[in-house]
């Protein structure tokens, strides 16, 4: 069975920083595109960024010029690493993937920036 496990998430405060980890394990064929989700309260699910297998990469207008995303394709792993964190940024964090020919989720981290 294919699984997606998100780690790094907690508390900081405003302007700090926090880096996201993903890693996909399982009998896995291909892995194609992979990025990261995130949802607030009362809020619909949005991206926050993806990246291809080719690292080509595509951020939301949110995140721009705070977030990086990265991959590892040896070790089928995205990071995000997050920069000046604002409250805003508060959410569960949830990795997506295309693996082995269809999508799967993460169980999600959450992200609390607060003073």
């Known amino acids: 069975q294919v699984q997606l496990v998100e780690s790094g998430g907690g508390l900081m405060q405003p302007g700090g920083s926090l880096g996201l980890s993903c890693a996909a394990s399982g009998s896995i064929s291909s892995v194609r595109i992979m990025g990261w989700y995130r949802q607030a309260p009362g809020k619909e699910r949005e991206l926050v960024a993806w990246i291809t297998s080719g690292g080509v990469t595509n951020y939301s207008d949110s995140v721009k010029g705070r977030f990086t995303i990265s991959r590892d394709n040896a070790k089928n792993t995205i990071y995000l690493q997050m920069n000046s964190l604002e409250p805003e940024d508060t959410a569960v964090y949830y990795c997506?993937?295309?693996?082995?020919?269809?999508?799967?989720w993460g169980q999600g981290t959450q992200v609390t920036v607060s003073s």
């Open positions: 997506n993937a295309e693996i082995n020919w269809r999508y799967y």
